[in-house]
């Protein structure tokens, strides 16, 4: 179908219709040049459009241009823990083992048919993220090396929370023998590029505190859904502290923060989260149980002067809801409730 044909099918329908007439599009970057008909559509006052799409390509496209100022962009995320707990039917579960689910399978709803069977789990996953490398990265970029891109892939996963940089991810990949060292650092550039458009990987970048200025080197990388993470990697239970740090990034962007990875002298900070009127500062951590682990997370954030609130998030529930020179510390399960 073409964009002139799909505008003359539409018009003709609006026609017919006796009131408000809601046009529902999806995945219509399918139809070239489809930005002409929504852009035409538009004018209409009957019609309501709605376009849905699994990719950022939709507003890469000429569409910002044709309706800068005239649309409003929801994004959609996998479930948070809240929802997750509204969504499925738990029979006699503490809240931790609850999340516990949550944080090995994630939130994707689909899941819900299958009761926890860690088979049909893993294969549904599997088949979604099949789906998204087709459809969303495949489909939609000149990607020629599927090779390359899963060994990315499986280089981002292993490492959500950790400071790399695309030199590092190169030279990785190198001296595992997994590319050769004519792999062009462009070409992984672009690779991940791929998979951000399609809302598999997002990149944190690095905010210097006391400069005052974003730095262009060492971000980190988180995925969109635990569970996915854990599909690829072969639910391996390791690396608990940095799931946990990918969740608390998951639940800023839901309820419509900011994000960055805050550097302060030689300490770091997991998260910056800022609205247009709020800032906080959150460290994650599973336990503070050891006193040099207690001191080190709370020194990363006395390091920090102003006064804007600093929390700790910990799977502990000894130091649920207390404070120390201004710094909260709460427990991770409880804040995610809120």
């Not at 964009?3 to 995945?27: C, F, H, P, R």
């Not at 981002?156 to 400071?163: C, F, R, T, V, Y």
């Not at 505190?209 to 390791?238: M, Q, S």
Request: glycine share 6%; charged share 25%; aromatic share 12%.
């Amino acid at each position: 179908m073409t964009y002139l044909e799909l505008n003359d099918l539409i018009e003709k329908q609006s026609k017919k219709a006796t009131g408000k007439m809601y046009v529902l599009l999806d995945e219509i970057q399918k139809v070239d040049k489809w930005e002409l008909t929504v852009n035409s559509l538009r004018l209409n006052k009957n019609i309501d459009i709605y376009i849905t799409g699994s990719n950022a390509y939709l507003l890469s496209s000429q569409l910002a241009t044709f309706l800068s100022g005239r649309y409003v962009e929801i994004k959609v995320y996998p479930l948070s823990f809240k929802e997750f707990l509204n969504f499925y039917n738990f029979k006699d579960l503490t809240k931790e083992e609850k999340f516990n689910l949550f944080f090995k399978y994630g939130g994707m709803p689909g899941l819900k048919d299958f009761n926890f069977d860690e088979q049909k789990i893993i294969q549904t996953l599997d088949g979604i993220f099949s789906s998204v490398l087709t459809k969303d990265v495949i489909e939609q970029t000149n990607i020629k090396d599927f090779s390359l891109l899963k060994k990315i892939i499986n280089f981002l996963a292993d490492n959500i929370g950790n400071q790399t940089s695309i030199n590092n991810i190169k030279n990785t990949l190198y001296s595992q023998k997994t590319i050769t060292k004519g792999t062009k650092q462009e070409t992984i550039d672009n690779y991940i590029d791929c998979l951000q458009n399609a809302f598999v990987f997002y990149n944190v970048n690095r905010y210097d505190i006391k400069g005052k200025e974003y730095l262009a080197t060492n971000g980190k990388y988180y995925i969109i859904d635990t569970g996915l993470r854990n599909c690829i990697l072969g639910f391996r239970d390791i690396d608990t502290g940095h799931i946990l740090e990918n969740i608390v990034f998951l639940e800023l962007l839901k309820k419509g923060y900011a994000v960055s990875v805050g550097k302060t002298k030689n300490r770091e900070v997991d998260f910056i989260a800022t609205t247009s009127n709020q800032k906080i500062y959150i460290q994650v951590c599973e336990t503070l149980k050891d006193k040099n682990t207690k001191d080190r997370e709370l020194n990363s954030l006395k390091n920090i002067k102003d006064n804007y609130e600093k929390i700790i998030l910990t799977m502990d529930n000894m130091f649920t809801d207390t404070e120390e020179d201004g710094i909260k510390i709460i427990n991770l399960i409880d804040w995610l409730l809120k």
